[in-house]
Nanobody, 118 residues
Framework: QVQVAESGGGLVQPGGSLRLSCAAS????????MDWCRQAPGKQRELVAH???????YYADSVKGRFTISRDNAKNTVYLQMNNLKPEDTALYYC????????????WGQGTQVTVSS
């Protein structure tokens, strides 16, 4: 059974940091591209950071220089280190797993809430 589960969200003050984790099971993790996406109230879901199966990364302009995505294939886990958080980073953060050849279903986690507020 495939499971993708996020953790690490919470309430943090502006300028603070959080580290999100996403653990996947039931898949060959190294064959998946891993993404962090977020959705704020009243807004569309957006891609925040991407880690390909070969380790290359991509960041949305809004988080570049503040967020870092990393993956540990031995632990089937992808992380999102978020520094210098801003109120506009408040959102439900989702983990997404996409097979590199697209031959298996895309998988989403249930999300973890990040709230940046003083």
């Amino acid at each position: 059974q495939v499971q993708v589960a996020e953790s690490g969200g919470g309430l943090v003050q502006p300028g603070g940091s959080l580290r999100l984790s996403c653990a996947a099971s039931g898949i060959i993790f190294s064959s998946y591209q891993m993404d962090w996406c977020r959705q704020a109230p009243g807004k569309q879901r957006e891609l925040v950071a991407h880690a390909s199966s070969d380790g290359s990364t991509y960041y949305a302009d809004s988080v570049k220089g503040r967020f870092t995505i990393s993956r540990d294939n031995a632990k089937n886990t992808v992380y999102l280190q978020m520094n210098n958080l801003k109120p506009e980073d408040t959102a439900l953060y989702y983990c997404r797993a996409t097979h590199v050849y697209g031959v298996l279903p895309q998988r989403w986690g249930q999300g973890t809430q990040v709230t940046v507020s003083s």
